[in-house]
């Protein structure tokens, strides 16, 4: 972390929700986390000695423009990926485990849904994979589609359904085994303000019920609902902490502006690192 | 330890999703149909278009004996026939004029009359199998009605099926196959196993496609739903539309097509599960190297095409040259025609296939491997 310059990482550890638990027991836990693709001589280093925690019944937003590693850490974090070096507990187990694949949910920016069957067997088949079955499952189902609003289109094949219906559909289909960790890779990308605001409302839900969230986005108006907030460009950590901290660190008054005096604190610190904050804000959307 | 209930939620969701696929099901069932139509019609019609030469021994007697065989053959579909002297067989065959020629001994009459058996000579075109096969029966039916007509004299004889006619040798230089099983009889089951092969894999590749392409894979995996029972569910729901098309097609080719059947049914479907699982396999396997629907087309000509044509369904594996007959026999579809056709056509049990069946269980078991190595890369 100390490598990284960041002007903040360390100084909280005191996210508003809940009360804080110990960093052994973080839901998630990553310690100088190293992912290269690619052969030595032309590796890319999608990640850079990234350390964080993160600590039960928040949400954790990870920010960052595209590119800048948000999918890689969240695949790591699955257990679909492996790390190059470092370690990465999920549910305080060594990644990769598949242990605990009955604890968490994912949701991804595509909607990952079965498009030639309806919204209640795409939700009835995710159910059945965690082990939800009979009663319980039809609970679950009715449940999920309550909650996502899709009651009445609950036969309805999910081709036939609008961009922003299958997005809710599939955090649905995240949802529906009730896990304790969800992990959402850009879970509002496409769809309208309107609905980026029930997600948005149905996440502090969550957390209020003592589900952790881990959140990638690159809306940026989206960062103030995080309890914390991790800045990752170029696969390294610039910053971590809570919305507010990060913009009275930065002395501006919005994100974008915040994000850039971090990437530009970052080119002081090591001026070789790759590319420039104009660029990369230019690919911030 | 695989749980069989997300096996069977896996496989229910396939038949679910492919279901509801009208188009796909239509290809699934009737396509085999509709092809097996078309051949049954192209083999075994072709008959319409066949032309038998005879050449009668000399004099009156000879010429009123090939008006008789004129005669008996007019009944017959589209059969023409004509009658040539000795040394014009040679030209009439080359040229097209006739498929064959059938070549009565000089000294026929005489040979009949002192009880002998006189050696009738079929000459057969040759070029077109089906064509010579028709051609054959005809000559040996032609030879049947005109030789029962030619020698009432037998006592209880009033004319009938070769058995009854006085000794006739009809020699033909060319043996092709048992004489009461026409073309798609020997091609029926070797549909069975193309069709239920070449879909399977053609359909397993797609929706893994999809599922990689939709992100579901990426979602598969993020679940508790271990490889194996990937797999297993991926066989399952396909298994059963592998037999449900077999049964069709069965159905069809029996009741339909009335081709002759002898063996027994489940050796028939456990072939058929044994394609199934390496077709699924396969596809999940090839499914990797391929990036959209194209490229999955694209493997038919490299996967599917050579075991079409080396497999046996067009030519005898073993009149193959020496390199083609090789590569024939390391492929899946070779071995299952054999088992198939053995188990139709001449009624063989498990005893008798068993070294097909090894094949085919190693053939599956490799192409599990290959799609649980390709899976585990995919994962990690």
Known sequence: MARNASPSPERSHDPPPASLSSVAESP????????????????????????????????????????????????ILLGI?????????????????????????????????????????????????????????????TETLALVDLTERRASPVNALSGGMRQRVSLGAAVIHEPHLLFLDEPTVGIDPELRVEFWDYFARLNAK???????????????????????????????????????????ADFDSAFLYFARRQEVAEPDAPGGAATTIGAMG | MASIRRTLALALRIVRQFARDRRTMALLFLAPLLVMTILNFVLNNSGASVTLAIVPPPGAQGATFASDIQRALDGANGVTTT???????????????????????????????????????????????PAANQAKQLAAFALAKASASFAPTLPGQTGGGASAAPAVTLDTTYLYGGPQYTQTDALAPMFIGLFSFFFVFLLASVAFLRERGQGTLERLMVSPLSQTELTLGYVLGFTLFATIQSVVILAFVIFVLQVHYAGALWLLFLVTLLLTIGGVNMGIF????????????????????????????????????????????????????FALQ??????????????????????????VIAAAVSLRQERI
């Not at chain 2, 064959?100 to 040759?126: M, N, R, S, W, Y």
């Open chain 1, 81 to 141: 990926a492996r790390p190059t070096g470092g370690d990465v507990r999920v549910l305080g187990r060594l990644m990769p485990d598949r242990r605990v694949a009955m604890s968490i949910g994912y949701m991804s920016q595509a909607s990952a849904l079965y498009g030639d069957l309806s919204v209640a067997e795409n939700l009835a088949f995710f159910g059945s994979l965690y082990g939800l079955r009979g009663v319980t499952l039809r609970r679950r189902i």
């Open chain 2, 83 to 129: 009658v040539i002297s000795a040394d014009q067989v040679d030209s009439t065959l080359k040229s097209g004029d006739a498929d064959a020629a059938l070549v009565f001994p000089d000294d026929f009459f005489t040979i009949l009359a002192t009880g002998g058996q006189p050696h009738i000579a079929l000459k057969l075109e040759g070029s077109n199998p």
């Open chain 1, 28 to 75: 998630v836990a990553v310690r100088h986390l190293v992912k290269t693709f690619g052969r030595r001589a032309h590796a890319t280093r999608a990640l850079d000695d990234v350390t964080f925690d993160v600590t039960s019944g928040e949400t954790f937003g990870l920010i960052g423009p595209n590119g800048s590693g948000k999918t890689t850490l969240i695949r």
């Open chain 2, 342 to 367: 053995d188990v139709m056509l001449k009624g063989l049990g498990f005893n008798d296939i068993w070294p097909d069946l090894v094949f085919l269980v190693g053939f599956a078991a490799l192409m």
């Open chain 1, 210 to 252: 003592g589900v952790t969230i881990l959140v990638s986005t690159h809306h940026l108006d989206e960062a103030r609902r995080c309890h914390r907030l991790a800045l990752l460009r170029f696969g390294k950590l610039l910053a971590l902490d809570t919305p507010e901290a990060l913009l009275r660190a930065s002395g501006q």
């Open chain 2, 286 to 337: 090839a499914s990797a190297f391929a990036r959209n629907e194209l490229q999955v087309i694209q493997f038919i000509p490299l996967l599917i095409v050579p075991q079409v044509l080396l497999g046996g369904l067009f030519f005898a594996v073993r009149s193959l040259p020496v390199v083609l007959y090789q590569l024939a026999y390391v492929m899946p579809l070779t071995w299952a025609n």
